[in-house]
């Protein structure tokens, strides 16, 4: 009786395929999880990867219902279409998020002459190593550029190199 109501209406096909995926992230995340260390986050990437294809499948249902239920799209098509904007519009700012280059960071203090500086070493996204530094910069008391600042290419070539005393750039190096 429950699945002759399903799919009699295609936006409760759409809405019954989002519930399953986020059910099956929720379920499948603690399963995942079963003998690995706490450390390893595998249950957290399970469920974050099927929040991601939730979207995805969501939005290939709301688009075969649109010929499977034709009659009931030329009346309601309104209601297809925004659950398709909606999901292409959290998939491409998903993919334009993931596209973008959020380095990471590592500071820490270092002491020379009596001096000290914060180091700041700049990594490519996906890599913490370093074979893939984006640069290395230094500050006096938190807040002045001092020192030589250093910014490689992803093969580790120098890209720009920067020399600083107290805030004031003194010569600058640009690889051509």
């Given at each position: 009786?429950?699945?002759k109501?399903?799919y009699?209406?295609?936006?409760?096909?759409?809405?019954?395929?989002?519930i399953?995926?986020?059910?099956?992230?929720?379920a499948?995340a603690?399963?995942?999880?079963?003998?690995?260390?706490?450390?390893?986050?595998?249950?957290?990437?399970?469920?974050?990867?099927?929040?991601h294809?939730?979207?995805?499948?969501?939005?290939a249902?709301?688009?075969?219902?649109?010929f499977?239920?034709r009659?009931?799209?030329?009346?309601?098509?309104?209601?297809?279409?925004?659950v398709?904007?909606?999901?292409?519009?959290?998939?491409v700012?998903?993919?334009?998020?993931?596209?973008s280059?959020?380095?990471?960071?590592?500071s820490?203090t270092?002491?020379?002459?009596?001096?000290?500086?914060?180091?700041?070493t700049?990594?490519?996204?996906?890599?913490?190593?370093?074979?893939?530094?984006?640069?290395?910069s230094f500050?006096?008391n938190d807040?002045?550029?001092?020192?030589?600042?250093t910014?490689?290419?992803?093969?580790?070539?120098?890209?720009?190199?920067?020399?600083?005393?107290?805030?004031?750039?003194?010569?600058?190096?640009?690889k051509?």
């Open positions: 009786m429950w699945v109501k399903l009699k209406n295609p936006l409760r096909v759409i809405i019954t395929t989002f399953t995926c986020v059910s099956v992230g929720m499948g603690p399963i995942a999880d079963i003998g690995h260390s706490g450390g390893e986050a595998v249950g957290l990437t399970f469920f974050a990867v099927t929040i294809a939730t979207w995805y499948i969501t939005v249902a709301a688009i075969i219902t649109l499977f239920y009659d009931w799209v030329k009346k309601y098509w309104y209601k297809n279409a925004i398709i904007t909606v999901g292409l519009g959290v998939i700012s998903g993919l334009i998020e993931q596209n280059e959020n380095y990471s960071l590592h820490e270092v002491a020379a002459n009596g001096i000290e500086w914060l180091k700041t700049e990594y490519y996204p996906g890599s913490f190593d370093s074979r893939h530094i984006r640069s290395i500050l006096l807040d002045i550029k001092d020192s030589t600042w910014t490689y290419a992803q093969d580790g070539t120098v890209l720009v190199q920067k020399l600083y005393i107290h805030g004031k750039l003194i010569k600058q190096y640009l051509k």
